[in-house]
């Protein structure tokens, strides 16, 4: 019989502390970023590095996933900030990352091809997810398939709803239309306990932040809130087990 079909689990973290721990929980990836209250920013030079480093030493060279995204507000970017994306692919790449997470709209809310196509070209053959930019698209699978051609190797989506599994039934629609030719990772709100069901749906991989927050020390008025997020060691562990 074959072998069924293995979903992977790719776990958002921002910090070095967050990759051992999906390292050690058996996630197959992490999107690297900062700043996920706001959707996820692109994380320092010296936080890819570690992160990088901390990878190699556990003999996982496809483990760390880049996310550049300059700020939040929006996808519609200025040629000031496409040049800022374009370099910090650039250095994702030089530094040894396997992957990057990127997403770039036109003025009229369409996939930014030329961006798209430029920061593809950047990445010099790692693997390329489009970012929940695709939640906005009003044609998805259209978008998608403009996607598959550009040559980007996965989406992330919630299947345009607030949560994935909400969304199920654009997942299972934009399975069935790229299948074989890009990876569909369900990402947005996901719970353990929604993971079996987002597979079932089809998708590729799921994505979560399995993050906690914890108390810091006081930051003072111009420190901003003293609580933290840290990466959860044991939802990261139960969500590996679901998928598998």
């Known amino acids: 019989m074959p072998e069924p079909r293995r979903t ?20 197959d990836r992490v999107e690297l970023c900062v700043a996920l209250g706001l959707g996820g920013l692109t994380p320092s030079a010296g936080l890819v590095r570690a992160a990088v ?8 060279a496809g483990f760390v996933h880049v996310l550049v995204r300059p700020r939040g507000g929006g996808f519609v970017y200025d040629s000031d900030e496409l040049d800022t994306i374009a370099a ?4 994702a790449r030089e530094t040894g990352a396997a992957g990057v997470v990127i997403g770039a709209l036109d003025e009229v809310g369409r996939v930014d091809r030329e961006a798209v196509a430029r920061f593809v070209a ?6 390329v997810t489009f ?21 980007v190797a996965r989406i992330l989506t919630s299947g345009g709803a607030a949560r994935s599994v909400d969304g199920i039934d654009g997942l299972r629609a934009l399975a069935q239309r790229v299948g074989g030719r890009m990876q569909v990772m ?26 906690t927050s914890v108390s810091g020390a006081p930051s003072g008025p111009g420190g901003g809130d003293a609580a933290y997020d840290i990466t959860d060691p044991i939802t990261v ?8």
């Open 8 to 27: 992977a689990v790719e776990i958002a973290v921002q910090d070095v502390a967050g990759v051992r721990v999906a390292l050690a929980g058996g996630a």
């Open 53 to 60: 480093e901390e990878a190699a030493e556990e003999s996982r």
């Open 88 to 91: 910090d692919i650039r250095f």
């Open 122 to 127: 950047e990445a010099g053959g790692l693997d």
């Open 131 to 151: 970012h929940r930019a695709f939640d906005t698209l009003p044609d998805p699978l259209g978008a998608a398939d403009a996607l598959a051609e550009l040559g």
């Open 186 to 211: 369900a990402g947005g709100g996901v719970r353990v306990r929604d993971v079996h069901e987002l597979i079932a749906a089809g998708v590729d991989a799921v994505h979560l932040s399995a993050r």
């Open 237 to 244: 562990r139960e969500a590996v087990a679901a998928a598998r």
